[in-house]
């Protein structure tokens, strides 16, 4: 009997419905804060990865030495990772049987070459890595890259800061990354996924 | 730096993959696969150091123990003991007395000392009916010692401290069983060389406990090696950490920090410098922030994160996460770009054991060093992922992974602000380091005596470094009906071209000496030999193969293998069990004698068939091959029902085939007039006594005259998923035997369902069925209990409803090894080449080899008598927290996530607080409310409808949070 008079009261009723709309509100708020946060977030993501069109700059301290594929070093850094194929820092590509103690192409052997662009596309997309850095190293890309830099995404900064040359840079320039992808898991173009320009793969349909 | 490489490995090299048959000769990850174990501690350079560890035992004498059936206190033993030696005039006794904690409690032994008339006192004590056995004490003596063979003097491992060191073990101080000595945590881990395991008291640190103190002391503490940590991220003013190089951020979180506590607790493990001492105190370390608070991670992320490693030049990468996509192709070629730059990757095997086929990329990748995790028992942790890798499938035979196991259950790491954490996970994975190797040159092979063959393929150039060495050994034909054991073993030489930074300069040479140990049996009868279907069996593809069992939301993707030693592991031990052979069918139905094989066993097929492939079969059956077909579900309808978008790839995923590739196998079997239904049903039935769940399953729509199908009744699960309706269907047929008409024909057997064999989401299991068909189809012996069941019924003509049609415009043709796409319908390609392999020529041995050569083979094989095998014959199916469309995502482990905990806790605790808070309020309203109405009366219905209206307002909120 006293708790349905109780109930009667309109104070408690009050505090009824009070908690019952602060649980309501608290859930939907919730609910919507991390719905709607969730897609903001995927959008934030992309246009991490994308190139801006603002002013933002990288501050990349990249030296460009022209003309230095004619000069004699007695070290080279090299490419390291190719199963049958070497690109060395001046530009010369060549077979891993004709690589010298010093980590440079033998010049002289058939199979070396420098600055060549073979498998290479018209918007420098390569199918093959070595190829990708030989044509990068050519003198007249220095224009395209500081270009790159200059718009280079936010994404990237980590990276582009931390070359130091154009060797490097090349390097990792050539190697696939977010640009290559669609869908995460293929790539945007199987063939031609090494890519020294600005622009990234061309998007083929799976 | 060769010489820290050395000591790293060292650190984790007390363990070797457990799991491993004897005809399996691993391909080597790392370059050094064998001689890891704790009998022979070889690193790379210094090979001339062996470790012996010596075991002996001999009687003390006058010493007994005494064994009773219980536990007793003290006092009862004694009193059993007297009065058991009361007959006898034996007075020469004594109790040895025990002083140590455990003499408080109630103990199942007692030792005493006899020193006249010992033998008919122990007949005395042996009857005695609470004395179970009395055995003479015995005392264990261990020793270490070093043997240096000392054939290459100028080795650069060949340095005094190591020598020095060594000699302090050569001491060869005797251990006493009963104390637990400092340093024998590390060389007697394995537990192998006693037949009684020492019981340890579990370490505090993993780094204690893997001895990792002993190297410090030699000065390698990992100062100049960098060590990359990809997880979670990393507090700047972390107190354990005095050398983090770098933080770097990848996704879209704007911090550097970690919040969830599991990169913080991985780089602790590795390089913590107080409390909780990690490994490698001095070690550079470079943290790359590739998983937001709420895990979540994307490949993109990953492959911008490993181009800066592989510019920041890191030795060594850990990655404690993975995931089941292996055919992400832009991962895993990031993954081979980074080993061939030189990175070493370490990672954990994944945590969804002990479910067998369930290895996690990128740890099962052949260039990564993949983790598993055993507890502080030695024995394999539960959790950890296991079985091989399907990479390879259908070639081959597998390959063992993981490549090492090492503590990761309990472990204590660096706590998220400070302080230590215990975590578990396999995600407590350590840097090991790995040399290199690269171009393959020779080999030969030394069996004892010429009863095998023995054939070696491997890739040509072993790059980057690590390709594989694959032994096929076959028997000889003159060994048919041989019993014995052959063994021999493999040599390799690798060669690797000079380096401009290596000291040695000119091309290094390394030989690695396999010992190969196999068990021969006569050639089993045609009858006992089964062979299994592996081809036919898609492994997990990036395309959408749905689960079997359609109740299984949860694990949406058949992504185990389907291998005998994957998800069909318990029916294969089964098969063993039962006295049959299983072999591996890895090549298209036409590459195989079918006249050496009973029965051919096709479980759960997606793939497509080549025309060559359905006449050789029917050829087969014709000359008496049998056939058993386990089939699955497969119902258009139902497949566009369960496509489903996925947030990590961004597309629509719409299955390529259902739980198996129906159209495909009435192809092949419609020669006989047999074909499945597209009816997709589910329920508990008898057959022959035994209890069935029939999970998700196809019928049988047609069926030859004269041959026995037994139906049942089921639920119409196509409806379930179409409409949510319910409704039940009475006999479906479930089960066809059928006899060829032809002379010596074989026999056919078909089954609608795979999930009762299938170790997955198996409820019950029904290897019986397996048995019984098995006794049809090897001994034409029909079962009694079948043909003359209740449920017998005619069967199916089909003729009512059309046959199951290929589900229009599947995308099967990428995956599939068959199909190739073709303007309009994919078309089958051309038939493939059957796999050849050419033998090794042997270079025979005497039958009696060498005694000096057979100890040491001895000492380098895997003795498969003594190695423990993890036990996990009994569990409850499996339940993977995973979401639909984990493809592009990585998940980290699941078994070392409280972080997730901790985080949902955080949220939830304020509103739970509040709403308790306004629960104890109201109710000290209502109490004063009613002390003022009515002062002296309880009422006892006040409190019910108070305690309702608590609920009420509490039970929504726990189920918001279901996971907690």
Redesign the interface.
């Known amino acids: 009997m ?2 349905r008079r ?1 109930l009667r009261k309109r104070w408690v009723l009050g ?2 419905f009070g ?1 019952s709309l ?2 309501f509100l ?2 939907t708020l ?1 609910h919507l804060c991390s719905g709607g946060g969730q897609e903001e ?2 959008i ?2 992309r246009t ?2 994308e190139a801006r069109d603002s002013d933002h700059h990288i501050q990349w301290k990249i030296k460009f030495i022209l003309g230095n594929s004619s000069r004699q070093i007695s ?1 080279c850094r090299n490419s ?4 049958r194929l070497l690109t060395d820092e001046l530009g010369y590509v060549c077979e ?1 049987k004709d690589l010298l ?3 440079c192409c033998n010049v002289n052997a058939p199979s070396s070459s420098q600055h060549v662009c073979k498998s290479c596309l018209a918007n420098g997309c390569c199918s093959i890595y070595e190829y990708c850095v030989s044509c990068c190293l050519q003198p007249d890309k220095q224009p395209l890259l500081e270009r790159f830099l200059n718009r280079a995404a936010e ?2 900064q ?2 582009f800061t ?2 130091e040359d154009h060797f ?1 840079l090349c ?2 320039k050539c ?4 640009q ?2 669609q ?5 945007r173009n ?1 063939q031609a996924k090494y890519c020294y320009g600005e622009s990234p793969p061309e998007l083929l349909p799976i | 730096m060769i010489i820290r490489l050395c000591l790293l490995v060292a650190f984790l090299g007390g363990r070797l993959p457990l799991v491993g048959t004897e005809e399996d000769s691993g391909p080597f990850s790392t370059p050094f696969p064998s001689p890891l174990n704790a009998d022979a501690l070889l690193s790379p350079n210094c090979s001339q150091l062996t470790l012996k560890l010596d075991f002996s035992t001999k009687v003390v004498k006058h010493e007994y123990i005494v064994a009773f059936n219980g536990y007793f206190t003290a006092k009862a033993r004694s009193d059993f003991i007297s009065s058991a030696l009361r007959d006898v005039d034996a007075v020469n006794w004594r109790i040895v007395r025990r002083d140590n904690p455990a003499s408080d409690y109630p103990s199942d032994f007692e030792v005493v000392e006899i020193r006249q008339d010992a033998r008919s006192s122990l007949l005395t004590l042996q009857d005695h009916p609470y004395i179970k056995r009395v055995t003479p004490q015995r005392m264990v003596l261990r020793s270490l010692k070093l043997t240096d063979s000392g054939t290459d003097g100028a080795s650069p491992c060949n340095d005094t401290r190591w020598m020095q060191k060594w000699q302090s073990w050569q001491s060869s101080r005797p251990l006493r069983r009963t104390s637990l000595s400092l340093g024998s945590g590390f060389w007697h881990a394995t537990g192998r060389h006693s037949s009684r395991r020492l019981l340890r008291a579990i370490p505090r640190h993993v780094a204690q406990i893997l001895q990792a103190d002993v190297l410090w002391q030699m000065g390698y503490t990992g100062s100049g090696v960098k060590v990359a940590v990809f997880d979670t991220g990393l507090s700047e003013k972390h107190p354990h950490f005095k050398n983090v190089k770098e933080r770097t951020n990848w996704t879209n979180e704007k911090t550097l920090d970690d919040g969830l506590g599991h990169g913080t607790f991985v780089a602790g493990v590795i390089a913590s410098m107080r409390e909780c001492q990690g490994f490698a105190p001095d070690s550079e370390l470079h943290i790359f922030r590739v998983f937001t608070n709420n895990q979540v991670s994307y490949t993109s992320w990953f492959l911008d994160a490993f181009n800066y490693a592989i510019l920041k030049k890191i030795d060594v990468l850990n990655l404690s996460i993975g995931g089941p996509d292996f055919m992400d192709h832009p991962f895993v070629d990031k993954v081979w770009e980074l080993t061939a730059n030189k990175v070493i990757m370490v990672s954990a095997i994944g945590n969804d054991g002990p479910l067998y086929g369930t290895l996690n990329n990128p740890a099962d990748q052949m260039d990564v060093i993949g983790v598993g995790g055993i507890d502080f028992e030695d024995n394999i942790a539960r959790f950890s992922s296991r079985g091989m890798t399907t990479w390879e499938l259908p070639g081959g035979y597998g390959r063992v992974k993981p490549d090492i196991v090492t503590y990761g259950s309990g472990v204590r790491g660096s706590g998220l602000k400070e302080g230590c954490r215990s975590l578990s996970g396999t995600s407590v994975a350590s840097p090991v380091v790995a040399g290199a190797v690269t171009l393959l040159a020779r080999f030969n092979y030394v069996p004892n005596g010429d009863y095998v063959d023995v054939a070696v393929s491997y890739s040509p150039v072993l790059w980057p470094w690590a390709g594989y060495l694959a032994v096929s050994i076959s028997v000889a034909k003159k060994a048919a009906s041989w019993e014995g054991i052959a063994q021999g073993h493999v040599m390799v030489t690798v060669a690797s071209p000079a380096e401009n930074d290596s000291e040695i300069g000119g091309e290094m040479t390394s030989t690695v000496k396999l010992p190969v140990k196999v068990k021969i049996v006569p050639t089993p009868p045609r009858s006992k030999r089964i062979l299994w279907d592996q081809y036919h069996n898609l492994r997990y593809p990036p395309g959408y193969f749905p689960r079997d069992n359609l109740r299984m939301k949860n694990d949406p993707l058949d992504w185990n293998g389907d291998h005998i030693h994957t998800n069909f592991r318990d029916m294969y031990q089964h098969l063993r069990s039962m006295g049959y052979f299983v072999e591996v069918l890895g090549a298209p139905i036409t590459c195989f004698d079918a006249s050496q094989y009973g029965t051919l066993l096709m479980v759960d097929s997606e793939e497509e068939y080549f025309p060559e492939e359905i006449t050789k079969l029917r050829r087969d059956i014709d000359n008496g091959l049998s056939l058993i077909i386990f089939s699955d579900w497969y119902n258009t309808s139902v497949m566009r029902k369960v496509k489903f978008y996925d947030e990590n790839t961004r597309q629509w995923w719409m299955p390529d085939t259902g739980g198996a590739n129906v159209p495909a196998l009435n192809d092949l079997i419609s020669v006989w007039g047999m074909a499945f239904s597209d009816g997709l049903y589910e329920g508990d039935f008898t057959m022959s006594d035994h209890e069935m769940y029939y999970a998700s399953g196809c019928s049988i729509a047609r069926f030859p005259e004269g041959g026995i199908v037994i139906a049942q009744t089921l639920k119409d699960q196509g409806l379930e998923v179409l409409k949510q309706e319910t409704a039940v269907v009475e006999n479906v047929p479930v089960l066809g035997l059928y006899q060829t008409p032809s002379e010596g024909g074989g026999r056919i057997a078909l089954y609608g369902d795979s999930n009762c064999i299938d170790d997955s989401h198996r409820q019950k299991d029904c290897f019986w069925l397996l048995d019984a068909l098995l006794q049809y189809t090897s001994y034409s012996m029909s079962p009694p209990s079948l043909t003359h069941s209740k449920n017998r019924v005619a069967p199916p003509t089909g003729t009512d409803r059309p046959l199951p049609q290929r589900l229009e415009g599947n995308h099967l043709y990428r995956y599939s090894k068959v199909l190739e796409a073709h303007l309009g319908a994919p078309k089958p390609r051309p038939l493939p080449a059957c796999p050849h392999l050419s033998w090794a020529k042997p270079q025979p041995l005497n039958e009696t080899a060498p005694s000096n050569l057979w100890k040491h083979q001895k000492l380098l094989s895997v003795d498969m008598d003594k190695v423990v095998l993890p036990d996990v014959r009994p569990y409850r199916p499996q339940v993977r927290p995973l979401s639909p469309g984990e493809s592009g995502a990585w998940d980290i482990p699941g078994g070392i996530m409280p972080g997730r905990y901790n985080q949902e806790v955080g949220q939830t605790i304020p509103m739970f607080a509040f709403l308790g808070a306004m629960v104890v309020l109201s109710f000290f309203v209502v109490q004063l409310t009613k002390a003022k109405s009515k002062p002296k009366r309880r009422k006892p219905r006040v409190k019910r409808p108070l305690y309702l209206q608590q609920q009420q307002q509490q039970t929504p909120q726990s189920g918001k949070n279901p996971t907690v």
């Open positions: 006293v708790f109780l505090v009824v908690l602060i649980y608290s859930s919730k977030r995927t934030r993501d991490l990865l070290q390291i990772q190719g199963k891993r103690v010093n980590g994404g990237f980590n990276l931390a070359v490097e390097l990792a190697r696939t990354s977010s290559s992808v869908h995460e898991n293929t790539y199987p």
